[in-house]
């Protein structure tokens, strides 16, 4: 759910939390209605936390490796 709050603080118009479960659905439409956005310094504290784990990619495989980008599968869905 952090993932969620996170994104929540970005300006976006659609977070997807991906649910398999009612409780699951539940939990992220709680979170929509009781959500308010960090403070600016709050904010920054977690990016601070946060920037070491998240500098390489290690733990977002599906941002750095290709295994996870269908089109490099499929380059044929490019056109």
């Known amino acids: 759910m952090n993932v969620c709050i996170n994104a929540l603080n970005l300006p976006t118009s659609t977070v997807i939390t ?19 956005p960090m403070s600016k310094e709050t904010l920054n504290r977690l990016l601070a936390r946060t920037a070491t784990a998240a500098a390489t990619g290690r733990y977002e495989l599906f941002k750095t490796d290709s295994r996870f980008d269908g089109t490099a599968q499929n ?5």
């Open 75 to 79: 380059p044929q869905w490019l056109g």
């Open 18 to 36: 991906g649910i398999d479960s009612l409780k699951i659905l539940d939990q992220a439409l709680e979170a929509a209605r009781t959500f308010t």
